[in-house]
Nanobody
Framework: QVQLVESGGGLVQTGGSLTLSCTASGRTFSRSDMGWFRQAPGKEREFVASISWSSRSTNIADSVKGRFTISRDNAKNTVYLQMNSLKPEDTAVYYC??????????????WGQGTQVTVSS
């Protein structure tokens, strides 16, 4: 079992910024595609961004394109989600996941516990 631990969530005002981190256990991180998803109460889990193991390819959801950036540091077993110009509709629990760069949650084989992001209006 691979363990993923998210951190960096919190409460911010509209227009503010947060950086989320996801640290993976084990030594397979450098060859693992990684993604970020989010889920608001009563809604399905939504793709946010993904990054390939080499960082050559990234996918960004249209809803956050231009505001969010995904990156990774394989030496630290960590993937980041830099979130700028936050909006109330960004409020959700954010999850990192391992195993794919696709937008469908079932394509990923490991998930973190989630970190809450709340954007006040």
């Amino acid at each position: 079992q691979v363990q993923l631990v998210e951190s960096g969530g919190g409460l911010v005002q509209t227009g503010g910024s947060l950086t989320l981190s996801c640290t993976a256990s084990g030594r397979t991180f450098s060859r693992s595609d990684m993604g970020w998803f989010r889920q608001a109460p009563g809604k399905e889990r939504e793709f946010v961004a993904s990054i390939s193991w080499s960082s050559r390819s990234t996918n960004i959801a249209d809803s956050v394109k231009g505001r969010f950036t995904i990156s990774r540091d394989n030496a630290k077993n960590t993937v980041y989600l830099q979130m700028n110009s936050l909006k109330p509709e960004d409020t959700a629990v954010y999850y990192c996941a391992r195993g794919s760069t696709r937008v469908v949650p079932r394509e990923y084989n490991y998930w973190g516990q989630g970190t809450q992001v709340t954007v006040s209006s």
